[in-house]
Nanobody
């Protein structure tokens, strides 16, 4: 049974930072591409960032490029999303997901976590 668990969410003021973590049990993350997605109330889920299994390839949505950084520590079986210069429009439930094969910005991932809430106050 594969389980992804996100952590690190919370309430932060605009301009602040948070670091989200995505850990896996039942599988080693090191052979999977991992993506972060988010969904705000009343909106569709959207892509945020993704990283290849090796960490050599990363993708970002235009809305977070330059502010967010995705990275991975395969020895710790963890993927991170460092979020800086947070804006109120970043408020959402953030999910991590993993898949075999190449990294993608599409929501074509095999396993998903339950999400961690990020709230940015103005």
């Amino acid at each position: 049974q594969v389980q992804l668990v996100e952590s690190g969410g919370g309430l932060v003021q605009a301009g602040g930072s948070l670091r989200l973590s995505c850990g896996a049990s039942g599988r080693t993350l090191s052979v999977y591409a991992v993506g972060w997605f988010r969904q705000a109330p009343g909106k569709e889920r959207e892509f945020v960032a993704a990283i290849s299994w090796s960490g050599g390839v990363t993708y970002y949505s235009n809305s977070v490029k330059g502010r967010f950084t995705i990275s991975r520590a395969n020895a710790k079986n963890t993927v991170y999303l460092q979020m800086n210069s947070l804006k109120p429009e970043d408020t959402a439930l953030y999910y991590c997901a993993m898949r075999r094969g190449g990294v993608t910005q599409r929501a074509e991932y095999d396993y998903w976590g339950q999400g961690t809430q990020v709230t940015v106050s103005s």
